[in-house]
Every structure is written in C-alpha cells, then in structure tokens.
C-alpha cells in the first residue's frame, strides 16, 4: 500500500518542479522582450536634442530599484519613461478626490519652480563676484603699471602713448565683459523660457489626464453609492422576509407551561 502512495507523491513533486520552472522561464522572457522593447524605442527615437531643462527639475518619481535594468537605456529615454510613470502614478489612485491629485501635482511644480529659481539666483551670484573679481585684478594691474611707470624718467610723448594704451586696454576690458554679461543675460533667459515651456507642457498634460481620472472617479464614487445603496435594499429585503416568516408564530398564543 505504501508503494503507489510514495510513487503519487514524486510524481506530484516533479509536476511542481516543472511548473515552476515553466513560470521562471517565462518571466526571463518577458523581461528580454521589455529590455528589448525599451533599446528599440531608443534607437528609434535617436539622440534628440538636449533637454528643455536639467535633470533635477524634471517632474519623475522614485525608481532607483529599477536602475539595474535600465543602465543600458539611453538617458532620456529613462528621463521621458520616469516622467511617465510619475504621471500616470498621480491619477492611479482612486481613492483621492480629483482636488486632492491637483494639490499634489501643483505642490511638485512649486517646489521645483522655488529650486529653479534658487538655482539661477545662485548662478547668478556666481556670476557677478566672478565679474567683480576681474574687474578689482584689472585695476591692480593697471594701477602697479602706473606706479611703476612714474618711477621712470619719460617724455610727454612717451607718457601720452603709455596712457593711451592704458585707456584702450581699459575699454576693451570693460567691452569684453559687456559682451560676457550680455551672454550671461541671453543664457539667463533661454533658461528660464525653457522651463516655463517644461512645466507648461507638463501642466497640460497634467489637466488632461487630471480630466480623464474626474471622471473616473465620479463614475466610481456613484459605483460604490449603487453598490451601497443595494446592500441596504437587500438588507432591508432579508428583513422583511424573516419578519413574515415569523410573524406567525409570533401571533400564536403562547403555549403556557403548568407543573406535570
């Protein structure tokens, strides 16, 4: 008796070891064809132009866990995926209301845009103690080679070459640094238009998809008043039905019980 009883559970064993090898292999598989999805899209799209703003501002959401399988994906195709994912993570869930999922989203943007702007304010810090600093080291340099040009016995010709000299040095250092500045500025603002173009695109796209969960989460919040509302009806049904199956007895006179 002991024999098919033993011979039932290899063969039982074996069938679980196969099947689990049958759900391994296609989880290799479907993993292969999403990496190979994920490097065709890439190579399809191409390099493209640089992106509208860095990376810190970007609106994504946290997906380092994931960063094993994606090293080999292009940058930004892993940066237009991430922002992907952080919308569509947004409008998931329907347990918050449609005011709750804009509050949210419009929370991110400002706590970029206050970085961003902090950012620039910094660069352009940066920026004019760099333009300051060359300007003192200028006015030494200008002022030891008077200095040092007094010491010496010169003529009138001499000291109206050398000062003319000083002079155009003088203005051509301070034309270069207009230029510098003017660049500066150009940058500046090429900065600032591309977020402003970053986070308007963003917030369009926000508002549609922002759209599309208000509706499904109106068309669920009356889902689940129905379902409610049915419970209660049925409740209120089965109540009534064991209300008329005992009110007879309930009429009945009662039986009174007397010493045997």
Do not use: W
Not at 24 to 47: D, H
Not at 81 to 103: I, T, Y
Not at 151 to 159: F, G, V
Not at 194 to 214: G, M, V
């Amino acid at each position: 008796m002991s024999l098919p009883l033993a011979s039932s559970f290899v063969g039982s064993k074996a069938q679980d070891t196969l099947r689990l090898k049958s759900v391994l292999t296609l989880l290799f598989c479907i993993l292969v064809v999403m990496l190979s999805f994920l490097e065709a899209k890439a190579e399809e799209e191409g390099p493209g132009g640089g992106a509208l703003v860095d990376e810190s501002y970007s609106l994504k959401a946290d997906r380092e866990a994931l960063e094993a399988l994606r090293k080999n994906i292009p940058e930004e195709v892993r940066k237009e995926n991430d922002e992907k994912a952080f919308m569509d993570g947004l409008v998931s869930d329907l347990s918050r209301s449609p005011s709750q999922v804009r509050n949210q989203f419009s929370s991110i943007v400002n706590k970029k845009r206050t970085l961003f702007n902090k950012d620039m304010t910094k660069t352009r810090e940066q920026f004019g103690k760099q333009q300051k600093k060359e300007r003192d080291e200028f006015t030494k340099e200008l002022a030891a080679k008077r200095k040092a040009f007094a010491k010496n016995k010169t003529t009138s010709e001499d000291r109206k070459e050398f000062y003319d000299e000083l002079e155009s040095k003088r203005k051509d250092f301070y034309e270069n640094q207009k230029e510098k500045r003017d660049s500066f500025e150009a940058d500046m603002r090429d900065k600032r238009k591309n977020f402003d173009d970053y986070i308007r695109a963003k917030t369009d796209e926000f508002n549609q998809l922002h759209r599309d969960y208000t509706k499904r989460f109106d068309e669920n919040k009356k889902s689940l008043a129905d379902q409610k509302k049915q419970a209660e009806l049925k409740k209120k049904q089965l109540q009534q039905q064991l209300d008329q199956e005992y009110d007879p007895i309930r009429k009945k006179d009662p039986t009174v019980l007397g010493p045997e």
